[in-house]
């Protein structure tokens, strides 16, 4: 049973940083994505970022590209999500999701993922 487990949420100002991180990965994946999603009050849940683990490759939204890094340490089998200038629409439950690499899934869509966490509340204050 795979369990994803996020940490790293809190109370930001605006203008701020957070690192969220993501374990629990499967082992038994030979290859696999990690996407970071965020669900906002009254809004569907969106795509922020992810990252081939074997090939290194990101995809990020446009509204945090240039604010957030989306990177892994295999060595700890974990995955971190770093937010810079934090924004008050950044507010939202970030959730990280873990997929099996195929060549007709399309990682910005949630439905890609086959393994999520639990999520963490990230608020920013104006």
């Known amino acids: 049973q795979v369990q994803l487990v996020e940490s790293g949420g809190g109370l930001v100002q605006a203008g701020g940083s957070r690192r969220l991180t993501c374990s629990g990965f499967?082992?038994?994946?030979?290859?696999?994505?990690v996407g970071w999603f965020r669900q906002a009050p009254g809004k569907e849940r969106e795509f922020v970022a992810y990252?081939?683990?074997?090939?290194?490759?990101?995809s990020y939204q446009d509204s945090v590209t240039g604010r957030f890094t989306i990177s892994g340490d295999n060595a700890k089998n974990t995955g971190y999500l770093q937010m810079d200038t934090l924004k008050p629409e950044d507010t939202a439950v970030y959730y990280c999701?873990?997929?099996?690499?195929?060549?007709?899934?399309?990682?910005?869509?949630?439905?890609?993922?086959?393994?999520w966490g639990q999520g963490t509340q990230v608020t920013v204050s104006s």
């Open positions: 499967p082992r038994s994946f030979s290859g696999y994505v």
């Open positions: 999701a873990v997929g099996a690499t195929a060549y007709y899934r399309d990682f910005v869509r949630a439905e890609s993922y086959d393994y």
């Open positions: 990252i081939e683990w074997n090939g290194g490759s990101k």
